[in-house]
C-alpha cells in the first residue's frame, strides 16, 4: 500500500473547525482513503473514506484534492472527545489489512 | 446489533504461561484481523484471517504466536510461553467484502474492538 505523510501533532480550540491534513503523492487510481480515529484507552474507529469525490458523513468531511496526492479531514466543531490520534490509510485493490502510521496527535483546548 | 466482542478486557499472566484472546466479528462479518499496539508505540498489523483459513500472517512473530478462525465461534489468539515484552494491547477487527465496482475491496471498513489487554508479569 501507498504511503502517506501527516503531521505529527496539531492544536485545536473547542467549537472550532479542524482540518487534518494528510499528503499521499504515491496514491494509485484503484486506492481508497480511509481515516480511522483513536482515543485514549480505546480501539481504533472508522471516521470517513473516500476514493475520488468529497465525502461528508455525521463524524467528518473529506475533502480529496483533484490529483488525489492530498486529503484533509474536517471536523465541522471540535468537542474535548475529538482529542485521539487519528490516521490517514490507503487501502489498494486487494484491500485487506490497514497499514497504520504515526497519525496526527489531535489536542483539544477548552 | 453487537459489534466486535473480545474478551477477556484483562489478562494478567506470568512469564511462560499461555495467553488466549477471543474476538466474535460483527454479525455478517467474515474476516477478522489481528493487530497489537505495544506501550506508547503505533498499531501493527499481526494476521488477517477467513474462516478456517489465515490470509496473511505477514506480521505475526515467527514463534509461540498463533492464530485461528474456525467454522463456527471466536477467532483465537493464542500466544505461548508468554514474556514481558508480550505486554501489549491486542485489537482485533472485521469486516465483510465490499461488493464494488471491479470488485475490488479496498472500500471496505474494519470495525474494531475495545481490545484485550495482556499484563506479563
Known amino acids: 500500500d501507498a504511503k502517506t505523510t501527516q503531521p505529527n501533532s496539531m492544536e485545536s480550540n473547542e467549537e472550532e473547525p479542524v482540518h487534518l491534513p494528510c499528503n499521499h503523492s504515491t496514491i494509485s487510481g484503484t486506492d481508497y482513503i480511509h481515516w480511522y480515529r483513536q482515543l485514549p484507552s480505546q480501539g481504533p474507529e472508522y471516521v470517513i473514506h473516500g476514493l475520488t469525490s468529497n465525502v461528508n458523513n455525521r463524524m467528518a468531511s473529506l475533502a480529496i484534492a483533484e490529483d488525489r496526492k492530498s486529503s484533509t479531514l474536517i471536523l465541522h466543531r471540535a468537542t474535548l472527545r475529538d482529542a485521539a490520534v487519528y490516521y490517514c490509510i490507503l487501502r489498494g485493490e486487494y484491500g485487506n489489512k490497514l497499514v497504520f502510521g504515526a497519525g496526527t496527535i489531535l489536542r483539544v483546548k477548552s | 446489533n453487537a459489534g466486535v466482542m473480545q474478551n477477556p478486557r484483562h489478562l494478567v499472566r506470568r512469564r511462560g504461561q499461555e495467553a488466549r484472546l477471543r474476538c466474535s466479528p460483527m454479525?455478517?462479518?467474515?474476516?477478522v484481523y489481528w493487530y497489537r499496539q505495544l506501550p506508547e508505540e503505533g498499531l501493527k498489523f499481526m494476521v488477517y484471517l477467513q474462516k478456517e483459513n489465515i490470509i496473511d500472517e505477514s506480521g505475526m512473530p515467527k514463534e509461540r504466536f498463533s492464530a485461528e478462525f474456525p467454522k463456527e465461534g471466536p477467532s483465537i489468539l493464542r500466544i505461548q510461553q508468554v514474556v514481558r515484552g508480550d505486554s501489549a494491547a491486542y485489537f482485533c477487527a472485521s469486516s465483510q467484502v465490499a461488493k464494488m465496482r471491479g470488485g475490488f475491496p479496498g472500500a471496505n471498513v474494519l470495525t474494531f474492538g475495545a481490545g484485550s489487554r495482556l499484563t506479563v508479569l
Open positions: 454479525k455478517g462479518h467474515s474476516h
